[in-house]
């Protein structure tokens, strides 16, 4: 169990160093800054590398609401749900930690910001509502969950599923960025949401509901099309 919760939390540093850090540090930069496609892909590519990279150790969750929709969809056991869970928030945390030492050495740093949080209303970055914001993350995450398990079945083919489910990601942040900011994952949300300025932490029960909510419904289609996967 230990080299399992290792490998989520150094899976879940990895998303949150990776995906948050290119819209923090790379994003806005004048004349080459990668932009909303450019953090999608990061986002994406941080899944997919570490997918290969532990996957085999833990299964490569590296998001409570992957956690969940598996226990649901039959691939996880339920005793190993809270620690996963855990081990996934404390990576999270650590990763907006050593983001938030990089943030504040720039030469003109006067605050973090945003610092990469997920929200609704005045912190959605095109000021959806809360209700656009709750339904968006309950549907992305439920095809997510439903990406990863059609892709990780025994009847799918062998190999490919990190990619499948790597570019999902990217997929979902292309979609939704404007809308909360792309979470689809609380330890994701939660890691900055401790540092960032603004509404961040008092919205962040949407980005835990919203996305276990979308988990669970997720399973439950994949179980209903597969029943005997």
Do not use: C
């Given at each position: 169990m230990s080299s399992k919760l290792l490998a989520e939390f150094f899976g879940t540093f990895w998303l949150v160093l990776g995906g948050c850090g290119s819209a923090v540090l790379a994003a806005g930069v004048a004349d080459v800054g990668i932009g909303w496609l450019g953090v999608?892909?990061?986002?994406?590519?941080?899944?997919?590398?570490?997918?290969?990279?532990?996957?085999?150790?833990?299964?490569?969750?590296?998001?409570?609401?992957?956690?969940?929709?598996?226990?649901?969809?039959?691939?996880?056991?339920?005793?190993?749900?809270?620690?996963?869970?855990?081990?996934?928030?404390?990576?999270?945390?650590?990763?907006?930690?050593?983001?938030?030492?990089?943030?504040?050495?720039?030469?003109?740093?006067?605050?973090?910001?945003?610092?990469?949080?997920?929200?609704?209303?005045?912190?959605?970055?095109?000021?959806?509502?809360?209700?656009?914001?709750?339904?968006?993350?309950?549907?992305?995450?439920?095809?997510?969950?439903?990406?990863?398990?059609?892709?990780?079945?025994?009847?799918?083919?062998?190999?490919?599923?990190?990619?499948?489910?790597?570019?999902?990601?990217?997929?979902i942040h292309l979609i939704s960025i404007p809308v909360t900011n792309t979470s689809v994952n609380p330890a994701r949300s939660t890691g900055v949401a401790l540092f960032a300025e603004g509404p961040a932490l008092a919205q962040l029960w949407l980005f835990w509901v919203a996305p276990l909510i979308g988990g669970a419904i997720g399973a439950v289609i994949w179980k209903l099309m597969s029943p005997d996967d």
């Open positions: 999608s892909f990061a986002f994406g590519l941080t899944v997919l590398t570490m997918a290969y990279t532990v996957g085999h150790i833990s299964g490569g969750h590296f998001n409570p609401a992957v956690s969940l929709g598996l226990m649901i969809g039959g691939r996880f056991p339920a005793k190993d749900l809270l620690p996963y869970w855990v081990a996934q928030v404390l990576g999270a945390i650590v990763a907006a930690v050593v983001l938030y030492l990089i943030v504040s050495g720039a030469p003109d740093f006067s605050g973090v910001g945003g610092f990469a949080s997920n929200g609704y209303g005045e912190a959605s970055p095109e000021g959806y509502s809360l209700t656009s914001a709750l339904v968006i993350e309950i549907v992305l995450t439920a095809f997510f969950i439903l990406i990863i398990l059609g892709s990780t079945s025994e009847k799918a083919p062998p190999g490919f599923a990190p990619i499948a489910i790597g570019l999902a990601l990217t997929l």
